[in-house]
């Protein structure tokens, strides 16, 4: 009985361990052999990193400013990109990628870490991939019609819970009438629990939501598929997931993205947004940048994430 029960702890820890929601860390220069179906990769280790995006809203460097960091992949020559928004002002620090062509549905990934003194209570916006003309960037409390436009940005809660603040034709959770003014949905939604902004039970988080913590390095991924156009919205199936250090924390395939199949993924914006002067002078910092076709993964190479089964005769308590 005794080495049974040995045999069978060792079994599970071996599991735990091989499971663990650390992510796995990127090589300093991935861009160098980048994951098979990149369309855009940048690692910031280029003599002149900022050049390879789109910006034309004159960033000063005060705002989005290469560092040295050690970075996720914990190498003292590496270099990331810092956004930061001027102390007691609202506004934003952004990078824009418009990418080579359009895309019905693509994966992006990247790592970002929250600077020491953060301030997550500070209302903000984040960044990620979205489908229309760039000029749409920044454009809020307007719901799509489908054909002009869609976003999914990551961001965290007061809370420091991630999410993704979303714009697209069907979104819902925050709209004064059927064709009215709209503001972002949360995906998964975390505005409360179904009473009034988070009605679609499938849309609210499946797993406890990770904390946020400042001096942390943290991998996110999200796939975005804009799914047949519909002019309708009955039986709509876009899709988005969200992950972090690989776990997933939404799969949600039943989304209204479009109704023309004009509406492509273009761009990708790597962004901290601020609404007013109550954020922290800390800031974020961001490296290894891939957008694919194809399943990215944590760490180098790229992978599609997967999750080992436990191991046989071992009953796992699922606590979270």
């Not at 369309?39 to 809203?57: G, I, L, M, Q, T």
């Not at 804009?226 to 776990?247: E, V, W, Y």
Request: charged content about 15%; proline content about 8%.
């Amino acid at each position: 009985m005794a080495s049974k029960f040995a045999a069978s702890t060792a079994s599970l820890l071996f599991w735990l361990l091989s499971s663990s929601a650390i992510a796995a860390s990127p090589v300093r220069n991935e861009c160098a052999s980048p994951p098979a179906g990149t369309v855009f990769c940048e690692d910031f280790e280029s003599a002149n990193p900022k050049s390879h995006f789109d910006d034309y809203d004159g960033n000063p460097d005060s705002e989005n400013q290469l560092v040295s960091d050690a970075g996720p992949s914990g190498d003292s020559s590496n270099r990331s990109i810092r956004l930061r928004v001027t102390p007691g002002q609202s506004g934003g620090s952004d990078l824009v990628k418009a990418l080579p062509t359009g895309y019905d549905k693509l994966y992006a990934r990247w790592y970002f870490k929250y600077e020491s003194g953060f301030n997550f209570s500070a209302p903000m916006h984040g960044g990620g991939l979205a489908a229309g003309d760039r000029n749409l960037l920044g454009r809020s409390g307007i719901r799509p019609n489908g054909s002009d436009y869609a976003s999914f940005f990551v961001q965290h809660d007061p809370n420091a819970k991630p999410y993704a603040y979303s714009y697209y034709r069907g979104m819902y959770q925050d709209c004064t009438n059927p064709n009215g003014s709209c503001w972002g949905d949360s995906l998964p939604c975390v505005y409360d629990s179904g009473g009034y902004y988070c009605t679609r039970p499938a849309h609210r988080p499946t797993v406890a939501l990770p904390v946020l913590k400042a001096n942390q390095w943290y991998c996110v991924e999200e796939m975005i598929d804009l799914g047949t156009p519909n002019t309708s919205g009955q039986n709509p199936n876009g899709r988005f997931t969200l992950r972090l250090d690989d776990a997933l924390l939404a799969d949600l395939g039943d989304l209204w993205i479009r109704t023309n199949s004009g509406l492509k993924i273009q761009i990708l914006l790597l962004s901290l947004f601020h609404h007013d002067g109550t954020h922290s002078t800390a800031g974020e910092l961001i490296d290894n940048v891939v957008v694919s076709t194809q399943p990215v993964g944590c760490g180098s190479g790229g992978s599609a994430p997967t999750t080992p089964a436990p191991p046989t005769g071992v009953h796992i308590i699922d606590v979270r």
